[in-house]
């Protein structure tokens, strides 16, 4: 499924029982999304709500995508995916706001075994049970890289990149959170091996979080990330990946912007439209 924009859309599910909901798919089973830009409310009062789509299983993928639209659900409530199961997300962002009852995260509410390269979040979460983050709700098993988030977070359980973790994580790197708003900067899952990790935050800098009852591992994981500022992350020296371009209109609140949305900001002779033409 590619290049489809959606925009001034109502996608609803009043079925408390169902499970997946999302504007271009509501369960996206081994295929691959890309390229596709959705700005619509989705409501749904079931489980896995997501704005791109609801539930991703068996090594799907949504590249390249946006979701600019509010997002309402129950469990597993995403900007970009509800729940995400051996599956990838990259290229991707959320601007809309999503608030769900359990699991709720601005890219995805829940990652299982998954994988977040390049992406971003800037909307607002909320969750009104427990269980919530600026990124992602939940991340079991799953290591992002090369992402921030910059939306506030509200509700009982929040991390303000994460709510909660579960299982190992390794190879996180370049990642950014630029407000603190929730119960806890990260929180971990005392069952898993987790060891440590850096939080990128603009007061408190590199920071190693232990979960409950951790021992310091005998072998130590070198994450390759820095402490910024949120002034470092808007500044166009700023180098996450080749997927961001600098905000030089500010139009993203002076973020790192999609260059696959964006092909205006990466050249300096002429201007580019969204599609690719000139």
Known sequence: IKN???????????????????????????????????????????????????????????????????????????????????????????????????????????????????SYNIGDVKVTERTAGGFAGCLEKTSPSSCYTAGKVEGAGTGAFCGEFIGDFFDMFDMYCCDYIGDSIMDFDAGGDVYYMYLLYQEYGNRIMYPPGSYYPAVVYTLSVYPRTEARLKSKDISISSAFVYDAANENEGYPMMKYFHKEHTFSDYVANQDGTV
């Open 4 to 118: 489809i924009y959606i925009e001034n859309s109502l996608v609803l599910n009043e079925d408390e029982a169902s499970s997946g909901l999302g504007t271009i798919s509501s369960v996206l089973k081994s295929s691959t999304i890309r390229g596709c830009s959705v700005d619509a409310i989705v409501i749904g009062k079931g489980n896995d709500v997501g704005g791109v789509v609801g539930k991703m299983v068996e090594k799907s993928a949504v590249r390249d995508s946006r979701n600019l639209g509010n997002v309402f659900g129950g469990t597993n409530v995403g900007g970009v995916a509800g729940a995400m199961d051996t599956s990838t997300a990259s290229g991707c962002y959320n601007a809309g706001d999503v608030c769900g009852e359990r699991y709720v995260g601005g890219l995805a509410g829940y990652m299982l075994e998954s994988y977040a390269g390049s």
